[in-house]
Each structure stands twice: as structure tokens, then as C-alpha cells.
């Protein structure tokens, strides 16, 4: 297995076109980036990072511009994380309100910019993860389907295998014998299978977050798993690799159902 490529955390991206507040504290900000074309599908993209505050979603910028360039409005909000009052219930809560008014509030932002029948969520790593509890908790019906990128996606078996050194039981407060309601209501896992299409697209080199976490979602879930061969974790967020094209047809063929 090839180390992770993580150039693209560090590359420079273009600055958001509009930055949007969806509540009242000082981090509940979206970054807005519009596409040349006018009536286009919009992608919210929550960011990864394990939940942790070091990562925000400056680091998805690169790929905002991917999806920008491809002809999406594309709106990636911030969250609480550990260690600055996030991790359970406040990143859960800062998710499920952005996820709820960002259709309307991008609506009424860029007005015929925007299609507002055609709303797909997407996410990468723990934002994977926050994609798909948002699907199985039911997300508002403005949202057409979901693409999780490297998902956590099994929370139990990432506390097993101590991803990212406790990012699991910082983000939960526990155990699942300490606090099992929380893996019941966290974990996609433990949750009904959402209601929405869902696409899941895995690196089958992933050294951060393994692939083996999507395989047991999928299977239980019937999501649709897309399994990259070299594919490593990073590179699903970076326009210029080779997971590239497969990442950006996931979320294009979602738009194409929505649209017949």
C-alpha cells in the first residue's frame, strides 16, 4: 500500500464567490461557489477531518472548484468539532440545521442560479459519515440522493480499529456499552437504510479509513459501492487524480436521475 497522497489539503483554491450564515454562532458559515452557467444543480459537501477542529473546510476547497468547474452551486458549511464544543450532540445538530435550510438559503441567495429541484449531498471521510446519517435520518425532500466519499461508515469498527487515535470515542463520548444510545442514533451502520439513492465510492488503497467500512454498509444498506482499485483517500477529493472522473459521475448520474 502506497502512502497517502495529500497534496491537495495543502493546494490553493480559489476564494468562495459568497460566504452564507446558517445560524446564529459565529462558525455556522457556508462557503459559496457558482458555477458560468445558470439554473445548475447544487452539492452540499461536508468536509472531513475525523470531526476533529484542526481540519475546517478550507481543505475542500479544491475540490468546491472541481465541482464549481463541472457546472455545479456547490455550499460547504462549516460544523462544531472535538475539541473547540463539538462532538456529540452539537456537530450532529450544527449538521442536520445546515443540511435542512441550505436549499432554501442558497435558493434565495443566487436565485435563477440554482436549481432548487436538484440537490445532492456529498461528503468525504467523516463527512461521508455525516452524509449518511443525514440519509437515514431522513433527509428534507429537497435532496435528490447522496455520494459518500471514503465514509466512515461503520462507527463501531472505527472505535475497534482506533482510526484516527479515539476520533470515534471524542466525536460520541464513549463507548458502545457506555453510550449505546448515541452509536444507535450516530452510527449508518445501526440506522435504516435511507429512503434517497446513495453512491459510495472507496479507495481500495485507503490507509486512513478502510474500505472495508463501505463493504459492510453497502451490503447491508444496498447503497451502490463504487471500490477504486490504487485508489488511496485523498485523492476522492482532488480534481486533478484519477478517482477524479469516477467521483464526478457519481454525483452527475444522480443529477441525471433526478432530472427524468
Do not use: K
Not at 444510545?181 to 429512503?195: I, K, Q
Request: aromatic residues 6%; negative net charge; hydrophobic residues 45%.
Amino acid at each position: 500500500m502506497q502512502p497517502e497522497q495529500r497534496n491537495v489539503l495543502m493546494r490553493p483554491a480559489s476564494p468562495p464567490d459568497a460566504v452564507l450564515r446558517y445560524g446564529p454562532r459565529d462558525d455556522q458559515l457556508v462557503d459559496l461557489r457558482l458555477p458560468s452557467r445558470t439554473s445548475a444543480p447544487l452539492v452540499v459537501l461536508l468536509h472531513g477531518g475525523f470531526w476533529r477542529v484542526a481540519w475546517d473546510r478550507t481543505h475542500t476547497r479544491p475540490m468546491a472548484d472541481g465541482l464549481a468547474d463541472a457546472g455545479f452551486v456547490v455550499a460547504t458549511p462549516e460544523y462544531s468539532r472535538t475539541g473547540d464544543g463539538g462532538g456529540w450532540p452539537a456537530t450532529f445538530d450544527d449538521v442536520a440545521l445546515a443540511v435542512a435550510v441550505l436549499p432554501e438559503l442558497v435558493a434565495d441567495a443566487v436565485g435563477t442560479d440554482v436549481d432548487a429541484t436538484t440537490i445532492i449531498l456529498t461528503g468525504h471521510s467523516a463527512g461521508g459519515h455525516l452524509a449518511l446519517w443525514c440519509a437515514s435520518r431522513q433527509l428534507p425532500g429537497a435532496y435528490v440522493g447522496v455520494v459518500a466519499l471514503a465514509p466512515v461508515a461503520d462507527l463501531a469498527e472505527a472505535l475497534r480499529l482506533d482510526l484516527d487515535s479515539g476520533a470515534v470515542r471524542e466525536l460520541l463520548g464513549g463507548e458502545p456499552d457506555q453510550v449505546p444510545d448515541r452509536y444507535d442514533h450516530a452510527d449508518p451502520c445501526r440506522l435504516p437504510a435511507p429512503s434517497v439513492p446513495v453512491v459510495v465510492v472507496h479507495g481500495t488503497d485507503d490507509a486512513t479509513v478502510p474500505p472495508e467500512l463501505s463493504r459492510r454498509y453497502a451490503t447491508q444498506s444496498a447503497a451502490q459501492l463504487r471500490l477504486l482499485d490504487g485508489i488511496g483517500h485523498f485523492e476522492l477529493i482532488d480534481p486533478r487524480s484519477a478517482a477524479w472522473p469516477v467521483v464526478l459521475d457519481a454525483i452527475e448520474g444522480l443529477a441525471r436521475r433526478a432530472l427524468r
